[in-house]
Nanobody, 118 residues
């Protein structure tokens, strides 16, 4: 059974930091590009960041570039998202998603809520 389990969400003040984790099982994690995608209240899905399976290259949405860092540990089948300098507009449910190709996401986690508020 394929599982992606996110953790690390919570309430944080503006300017604060959080580290999200996504533990994967049931598929060959190292062969998949891993993504973080978020959904703010009342809005659609927004891609946040990706880390390639092939060479570990990373990409970011402009809205988070310079503040968020994605990383992966293939030995632990886990992908991380370090979020610094958080803003209220970062409030969202954050999902990790696995993609074997660029065409589609194959697997999704259940999401973890991040709330940035004073």
């Amino acid at each position: 059974e394929v599982q992606l389990v996110e953790s690390g969400g919570g309430l944080v003040q503006p300017g604060g930091s959080l580290r999200l984790s996504c533990a994967a099982s049931g598929f060959t994690f190292s062969r998949y590009t891993m993504n973080w995608v978020r959904q703010a209240p009342g809005k659609g899905l927004e891609w946040v960041s990706a880390i390639l399976s092939s060479n570990g290259d990373t990409t970011y949405a402009d809205s988070v570039k310079g503040r968020f860092t994605i990383s992966r540990d293939n030995a632990k089948n886990t992908v991380y998202l370090q979020m610094n300098s958080l803003k209220p507009e970062d409030t969202a449910v954050y999902y990790c998603a696995a993609a074997r190709t660029l065409a589609t996401y194959d697997y999704w986690g259940q999401g973890t809520l991040v709330t940035v508020s004073s």
